[in-house]
Structure formats: C-alpha cells, structure tokens
C-alpha cells in the first residue's frame, strides 16, 4: 500500500487506499442523494405541484437545477478522483476537493430553496378555505 503525506493533520501519514475510499463514499452519497430527490420530486410534481403558484414553481425549479448541478459537480469529483487515485497523488489536492466543496454546497442550497419551497406551498393550503357543501 501507497503511505501518502496527510497535509490536514499536520504531517501525519494516512493510507491512501482508505483515504480514496472514503472520498469515494462521500462523494456516490451525495450522488445518489441527489438525484433520488430529484427522481421523486419529478414524479410526483404533477400530484402536488399544479396547484403552486408561479413563485412557488420558480423556487421548484431553481432547486431543481442546483441538484442538476450537484450531480454533475459530483461526477466531476469522481473523474477527478479517479485520476488521483491511479496516479497515486495526494487526495487533498484543491482540484479534487473545489469540485467536492461545490457539490456539497450546491446539494445544500438545493435542500434549502426545496425545503422553503416545500413550506410556503404546505402555508398556501393552510389559506385554502374549503368550499361550503350544499
């Protein structure tokens, strides 16, 4: 196995192999967290999101891009990492962990607007009088 220079700890040598791996593993999560939201909120978009008004569809739209966004920062990091890893290079070079940080904070700010898009249409049924039965 490949002894690699730990610059975060201060100097300290961590395995390469397991570095990688948890890279790996940190990055297919956020993979797959994405675009399983994305795949579910997409399916069922027409159940609950006909009634939301033009804002409201703008805030689903824009967090649906941002996971777009996050999955394709993500597969940047992967190929990135890939690279790394087979070159035998330090993982905790800034042109593996940019694409990895964007991810992370794309995948965030994604939860965040879905989240406050998920509040105000659920505070508009709220203001939904029911119709008097005759």
Request: aromatic share 10%.
């Amino acid at each position: 196995m490949t002894n690699v220079t730990n610059k975060s700890d201060g100097g300290g040598t961590t395995d390469h192999k397991a570095t990688y791996g948890l890279a790996k593993d940190s990055v297919s999560t956020m993979i797959t967290l994405s675009s399983g939201i994305l795949a579910i909120s997409l399916t069922f978009s027409d159940k609950w999101a006909q009634n939301a008004n033009s804002e409201h569809r703008t805030l689903l739209w824009v967090s649906w891009l941002l996971f777009l966004l996050a999955v394709a920062a993500g597969l940047i990091a992967m190929h990135v990492l890939t690279g790394v890893s087979h070159s035998g290079e330090d993982i905790y070079q800034w042109r593996f962990r940019v694409p990895w940080i964007c991810e992370i904070l794309l995948f965030l700010a994604a939860l965040i607007v879905f989240f406050i898009y998920g509040i105000n249409v659920i505070d508009d049924i709220g203001d939904i009088k029911p119709k008097p039965t005759p």
